[in-house]
């Protein structure tokens, strides 16, 4: 009788570890899991980031900088070398996105700009679109600054 109950206390302890295992293999699936999803929300803001030689079609050349100001939400200093006043863009993966702004000259001109990037290692290409007093598409090459 006593190897009866001995071995079935074994049988029932062996069980339990077994479930106590599988119980801490799921819980840590869940944790990493979870962190990579973190991860991934947050990555796409930062590779814009920095200060860029720019290039314009015309030839001319400038520094651009690309500041983060809020999760996604960046601001373009010195646009095309000739905005003087921040553009807004957002990121999404390697993409920013520069939605229809527009501004007015001390002498009351309207231009509205809106466009498109990418960013593929560290060139960053804009195709934009001005209206407004002045009325034209163009395209950035910019090379992020060491």
Known sequence: MKTIIANHRYRVSHCAAWIRLLLLAVMLLACLTACNKDKDAVAPAAPFAGRYDAQKQDESRYTMTLENKDGARFQ??????????????????????????????????????????????????IEYTASGFANYEDSIVA????
């Open 143 to 146: 090379k992020r600054k060491p």
């Open 76 to 125: 373009i200093q010195n646009f095309a070398d000739f905005l003087y006043v921040p553009l807004e863009a957002t990121a999404a993966g390697d993409k920013l996105t520069i939605p229809t702004q527009s501004f007015a000259s001390s002498s009351g001109k309207k231009l509205t700009i809106s466009g498109t990037a990418t960013l593929v290692n560290d060139e960053l290409r």
